[in-house]
């Protein structure tokens, strides 16, 4: 098995939208970057000595409902978190996104418009090797009854149970395991969700102030919203591994281990990776194998 080499896009790409929360109209380009630059976020609004933030868990500054990076007051980006799990799902590991606002567009609420606009610009490999970061021990973080975790595993793979005391999400689990391209067809269209009662809640913070049932499931008491209906009978709890292949996404590099959230969200991933850091002794980086090679040198072993 061979080491897999580092990828970039083959050529820009654009896209406009409106951030969820801040309902304000985006532009965002997404340019090629050259081997071990990682993903890197310009604000092109802003002084350019300042404006450039990397998609590294110590740039993230909020993450109560989404999650945010920057650096001093003035400079974030929202709302990063479906767009990184594309860059993920697609192995894309150096990009530079220049955006002239402060928030990703939240398109339909889910990574599937960011895996097209990928997918139309291509990736190409790069004369460097792609580093993991091989997970070596459990690390784990609670909060009362929820909690995220990490452990030893030979691949990436993510499991999630959420439970809602509401009748249309009820309980769900989830288990997906990264290989080809699994993330497109099992994760990426699972779209953001919402409780009916909850809107309010949010408008009065100022936030999801773009939310419409274009860009996000409205869940009532008796049913969603949402005239289209569900794209899976378990939308919700693939949307929250969703959520957490962008957040873990953050560590800057694939993680080679198992994930397993119990109702967590941004806020617990972000606290997992920083306790994964924390202790140098539970993590290390190790070369990533080529997935693309396990199958083209499959029949070689076979016959050796
Ligand atoms: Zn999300």
New binding site residues.
């Given amino acids: 098995m061979s080491t897999a080499r580092q990828q970039t896009l083959k050529s820009r790409i654009n896209c406009t939208g409106i951030g969820l929360h801040s309902n304000s109209s985006v532009s965002m380009t997404l340019c090629p970057a050259p081997p071990d630059s990682g993903v890197l976020f310009r604000r092109t609004d802003l002084d350019p000595t300042i404006a450039s933030v990397a998609a590294r868990v110590d740039s993230v500054v909020d993450c109560r409902f989404?999650t945010t990076i920057g650096r001093g007051e003035d400079v974030c980006i929202g709302?990063i978190?479906?767009l990184m799990?594309a860059f993920a799902g697609c192995r894309v590991d150096n990009v530079l996104i220049e955006i002239d606002g402060p928030e990703v567009p939240i398109m339909d609420?889910?990574a599937a418009p960011f895996i097209f606009l990928i997918e139309c610009a291509g990736t190409v490999a790069q004369d460097a090797p792609r580093q993991a970061i091989r997970v070596l021990k459990d690390v784990r973080v609670d909060d009362g009854e929820r909690s995220a975790s990490l452990c030893p595993a030979a691949e990436f793979s993510a499991s999630f149970e959420l439970d809602y005391d509401n009748p249309v999400i009820a309980r769900q689990e989830y288990f997906f395991r990264f290989e080809g391209d699994s993330f497109k067809t099992d994760l990426s269209r699972a779209?953001?969700f919402c409780l009916e009662q909850e809107v309010d809640y949010l408008r009065s913070l100022g936030l999801a102030q773009g939310g419409s049932l274009d860009n996000a499931i409205v869940v009532g008491k008796q049913g969603i919203l949402n005239e289209g209906g569900l794209r899976h009978d378990d939308e919700f709890v693939r949307?929250?591994i969703?959520?957490a292949v962008?957040d873990l996404y953050l560590a800057g590099g694939p993680i080679q281990g198992h994930f397993h959230g119990v109702c967590s969200g941004?806020e617990m991933n972000h606290r997992l990776l920083d306790a994964l850091f924390e202790d140098a002794s539970a993590w290390c980086l190790a070369p990533s194998a080529d997935d693309q090679s396990v199958i083209l040198e499959a029949p070689i072993a076979a016959t050796a």
Avoid: I, M, P
Wanted: no cysteine; net charge neutral.
């Fill in positions: 989404s709302t978190e479906h799990a609420g889910s779209r953001t949307h929250k969703l959520d962008g941004h």
